[in-house]
């Protein structure tokens, strides 16, 4: 099983080869994503993106925030997001983590996302085959996260990205995600 948990996450992380493609999918799940952002947050007026191919917002190049939520009453939720395409191994196994960029370079310390990321959340879903839906997917509340993990009531494993790629990577299951992080979840939650 401790093996499952190692190589789970670096298959999905290392699966997409070409950035484009990247985008593309990303592009098709996103309406999917927004579904599940309108029903959990009923009263969202607009979705609004910080892509990466454009001039890089400030919110996503110095906090790690992909997402702005906006509300009725004019309030905003921030939020990353990560979809995982479809592996067949992943899903035979029912591989469901969370990962977060630790190093975009380790050896020169160059800091990821796990040290700058100021999302209010953090939405990680699993593409099905189709990409017509999310097999499995989790909204956590990141503040709550942080917390937890700075009192180190979270195990969190490192894996690190085969050459040419450099950076790393802090992963947990689902299931290391107590009834107080998590928001909503395709399993109902905790």
Not at 22 to 47: C, G
Request: aromatic letters at 14%; charged letters at 25%.
């Amino acid at each position: 099983m401790k093996l499952d948990l190692i190589i789970g996450p670096f298959l999905g992380m290392m699966s997409m080869s070409d950035g484009k493609e990247r985008f593309y999918f990303n592009e098709r799940m996103r309406p999917i994503a927004d579904d599940i952002y309108r029903a959990v947050f009923p009263n969202i007026v607009s979705i609004t993106r910080f892509d990466k191919d454009a001039e890089r917002h400030i919110l996503d190049f110095n906090y790690a925030i992909d997402v702005e939520l906006k509300l009725v009453n004019g309030m905003v939720i921030t939020g990353q997001e990560k979809f995982r395409e479809y592996s067949e191994w992943m899903e035979e196994k029912q591989i469901s983590d969370v990962t977060v960029e630790y190093y975009n370079d380790p050896y020169l310390k160059i800091e990821g996302d796990w040290f700058n990321m100021a999302a209010q959340i953090y939405f990680v879903g699993f593409a099905s085959m189709d990409e017509k839906k999310f097999t499995r997917w989790i909204l956590l509340d990141w503040i709550r996260v942080v917390v937890q993990a700075n009192l180190t009531l979270i195990k969190w494993g490192m894996i690190q990205n085969r050459p040419p790629a450099k950076a790393n990577a802090k992963y947990a299951p689902f299931s290391s995600f107590d009834k107080y992080c998590v928001i909503a979840s395709s399993d109902g939650g905790r």
